[in-house]
């Protein structure tokens, strides 16, 4: 694929990082269009949460934070913006004063994008996102998941409401956008509302790993373990940076002490390598309760650390499109997230 210079991030050799406006790694601004494989986009949407607010602000505070990333992996070598189009898409539509119009709005919104072969990377706002992301991207299959979060978001209500962020995991379960037995569930801890806090994933058949499980088996092993449940299909990311140690992530919502560490978040990402990825977030950084910063930058880091695999896994699945329409002319390709090939 020649590399289309629309979708080039500025070169910081010849516009410095700290010029011009912000955009996901200073990506090119772009709309909804199929010559796009990747959108970064913004939900800046916190109307789901219960304690502190501020998520709404996370596109904004990431987007300036991305203004230091560069374009190629230290580890895999992945380039990203060579393998594919990437593009800010901005921001998904919300009414700051209607929970259940933003989620219509956010879900329409993802099912255009969606439709034009585009493998969305959502910033939030607040854990309720992946809700009409998943309406919007899984309505045609149940995929797997993999869930980093100190909260296992299943509680069944909060407040008489059905849709928040403490629940988006039960409603994607219970609306069969998600295969139970291709869910990981890791970070999980901090005091519980009550006993049976977390039953609801165990009882759906979740692979769960608690901080207190990760520390006894250890990095290598909790990777085996998300690589055997997440096997083969389309997977989605769903990122909670409150999943992360509060030490290197203050800047949220609902924050646990005892979390993991950015360096271990980006190992256990990076083990995605290889698998069908078709979306992701990362949710609840809330910049303005952190004045150091760090939060953002965390989290511009780990967004990049899915750009990379994702468009590993976007390239590799257009290939395979390819191949299975050359070998059997006529069929549809196999696996999605499913774009015409371009040559
Ligand atoms: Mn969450």
């Given at each position: 694929?020649?590399?289309?210079?629309?979708?080039?991030?500025?070169?910081?050799?010849?516009?410095?990082?700290f010029a011009d406006v912000a955009t996901f790694m200073r990506c090119q601004r772009h709309e909804i269009s199929e010559d796009i494989d990747i959108g970064l986009i913004g939900v800046p949407f916190d109307l789901g949460t219960n304690y502190r607010v501020g998520a709404r602000h996370g596109p904004a505070g990431v987007r300036e934070a991305s203004r230091l990333i560069r374009r190629i992996h230290p580890t895999s070598g992945i380039k990203p913006f060579d393998i594919c189009n990437v593009a800010d898409l901005g921001d998904a539509p919300v009414n700051p004063l209607d929970l259940d119009a933003s989620i219509r709005m956010i879900e329409d919104h993802f099912a255009a994008l969606h439709g034009a072969g585009i493998v969305p990377i959502a910033v939030g706002g607040d854990h309720t996102i992946p809700i009409p992301i998943l309406r919007a991207i899984a309505k045609d299959r149940p995929v797997g998941v993999f869930h980093v979060d100190a909260h296992a978001d299943t509680l069944?209500?909060?407040?008489?409401?059905?849709?928040?962020?403490?629940?988006?995991?039960?409603?994607?379960?219970?609306?069969?956008?998600i295969d139970p037995k291709r869910v990981v569930q890791i970070g999980l801890?901090?005091?519980?509302?009550?006993?049976?806090?977390?039953?609801?994933?165990q009882d759906a058949g979740y692979t769960l790993i608690t901080m207190d499980d990760y520390e006894d088996m250890g990095r290598a092993k909790a990777i085996e373990i998300i690589g055997a449940t997440l096997g083969?299909?389309?997977?989605?990311?769903?990122?909670?940076?409150?999943?992360?140690?509060?030490?290197?992530?203050?800047?949220?919502?609902?924050?646990?002490?005892?979390?993991?560490?950015?360096?271990?978040?980006?190992?256990?990402?990076r083990s995605l390598r290889g698998q069908e990825l078709i979306g992701a977030d990362i949710s609840e950084v809330a910049p303005a309760l952190d004045p150091s910063g760090l939060t953002c930058v965390t989290a511009a880091n780990l967004m990049f650390e899915m750009l990379c695999v994702i468009a590993d896994s976007v390239?590799?699945?257009?290939?395979?499109?390819r191949d299975a329409s050359s070998a059997d002319a006529g069929s549809a390709p196999a696996r999605s997230p499913a774009r015409?090939?371009?040559s």
């Open positions: 694929m020649p590399r289309d210079e629309r979708f080039q991030p500025r070169d910081a050799s010849v516009s410095p990082r069944d209500e909060m407040f008489g409401t059905k849709v928040n962020h403490a629940t988006f995991m039960r409603r994607a379960t219970e609306e069969g956008l801890r901090g005091s519980r509302f009550g006993e049976d806090d977390i039953q609801y994933g083969d299909g389309p997977i989605y990311i769903s990122l909670d940076i409150d999943g992360l140690d509060p030490a290197h992530a203050i800047g949220t919502g609902v924050p646990e002490i005892g979390g993991l560490l950015p360096r271990d978040m980006q190992v256990m990402l390239a590799a699945h257009r290939k395979g499109a015409p090939p371009r």
